[in-house]
């Protein structure tokens, strides 16, 4: 009689890095992974075309310091901070693709965190997908990818849809309704993601009170921070910040 299945075991004996190359045949994919010193330990095809490098090995070692602009570098690397500290993955988020600056391309990006055998947290992996579905314009398409660079840069203002709407050139009607088409959510959806993506971080980071971790993140009504924390984590900001600390082997791991 066979043994029973085991995909860990099949797992186990597979060759390391045996499903890296098949990245390599979705040419519209960027995969990554990194260590928790933010240093690039696998890259794909499209992935070195972002970095500007012609193999993967030309990148080991090298953070994203030193492929892109100092802001943008500080935004990736702070979202893999967020993922490694918390253990928390991110889920579709949308931004400039990592090209020239002022490209008008986004890209959707997931990461997760890398455990050992141990369970604990040594890197994050992730991919990027280019936003191909977009049939606009290219001013248009430049005008939301600066809208969404707008709310990574000032999650913290109290900007609404409107305001959004006209630094684009654009009616809110017009706005809303090509921001949904595009990526999936409303702009307040998605801006509210991005406040609760960085609250868990300062959350985990810092020992600032839940009010000022509200604040820091664009809430000023307590309850409206705790209501959408719950809404997108499942848990209030205080039980979450206890959960984290009451769980050392999700801290990285030097």
Same mark, same amino acid.
């Given at each position: 009689?066979?043994?029973?299945?085991?995909?860990?075991?099949?797992?186990?004996?597979?060759?390391?890095?045996?499903?890296?190359?098949?990245?390599?045949?979705?040419?519209?994919?960027?995969?990554?992974?990194?260590?928790?010193?933010?240093?690039?330990?696998?890259?794909?095809?499209?992935?070195?075309?972002?970095?500007?490098?012609?193999?993967?090995?030309?990148?080991?070692?090298?953070?994203?310091?030193?492929?892109?602009?100092?802001?943008?570098?500080?935004?990736?690397?702070?979202?893999?901070?967020?993922?490694?500290?918390?253990?928390?993955?991110?889920?579709?988020?949308?931004?400039?693709?990592?090209?020239?600056?002022?490209?008008?391309?986004?890209?959707?990006?997931?990461?997760?965190?890398?455990?050992?055998?141990?369970?604990?947290?040594?890197?994050?992996?992730?991919?990027?997908?280019?936003?191909?579905?977009?049939?606009?314009?290219?001013?248009?398409?430049?005008?939301?990818?600066?809208?969404?660079?707008?709310?990574?840069?000032?999650?913290?203002?109290?900007? $609404?849809? *409107?305001?959004?709407? =006209?630094?684009?050139?654009?009616?809110?009607?017009?706005?809303?309704?090509? #921001? &949904? /088409?595009?990526?999936?959510?409303?702009?307040?959806?998605?801006?509210?993601?991005?406040?609760?993506?960085?609250?868990?971080?300062?959350?985990?980071?810092?020992?600032?009170?839940?009010?000022?971790?509200?604040?820091?993140?664009?809430?000023? $009504?307590? *309850?409206?921070?705790? =209501?959408?924390?719950?809404?997108?984590?499942?848990?209030?900001?205080?039980? #979450? &910040? /206890?959960?984290?600390?009451?769980?050392?082997?999700?801290?990285?791991?030097?």
């Amino acid at each position: 009689m066979n043994s029973p299945y085991s995909r860990d075991a099949f797992l186990a004996e597979m060759a390391p890095g045996a499903l890296h190359s098949l990245y390599d045949l979705m040419p519209d994919v960027s995969f990554f992974m990194k260590d928790c010193e933010g240093r690039f330990v696998a890259l794909s095809r499209l992935g070195c075309e972002f970095c500007g490098v012609k193999t993967e090995e030309e990148a080991f070692g090298c953070t994203d310091l030193s492929f892109f602009p100092e802001g943008r570098a500080a935004e990736y690397m702070a979202d893999d901070r967020l993922v490694i500290t918390t253990g928390q993955p991110i889920v579709n988020r949308i931004e400039p693709a990592p090209e020239m600056e002022g490209s008008p391309r986004l890209v959707v990006t997931n990461k997760i965190p890398v455990r050992d055998r141990e369970g604990r947290i040594i890197g994050v992996a992730g991919f990027s997908r280019r936003v191909e579905h977009l049939r606009c314009a290219t001013t248009v398409i430049h005008k939301l990818s600066a809208a969404v660079e707008q709310i990574h840069q000032h999650y913290d203002a109290s900007f $609404d849809t *409107a305001e959004l709407a =006209k630094q684009a050139g654009l009616s809110a009607s017009q706005f809303e309704r090509l #921001f &949904r /088409k595009a990526l999936g959510s409303s702009p307040r959806q998605y801006l509210q993601r991005v406040r609760i993506e960085r609250a868990c971080l300062f959350l985990v980071e810092s020992e600032e009170t839940v009010a000022a971790v509200a604040q820091r993140c664009g809430y000023y $009504d307590h *309850a409206h921070f705790t =209501k959408a924390f719950v809404a997108l984590k499942g848990v209030t900001p205080t039980a #979450f &910040r /206890k959960q984290r600390q009451a769980t050392p082997a999700n801290s990285p791991s030097r």
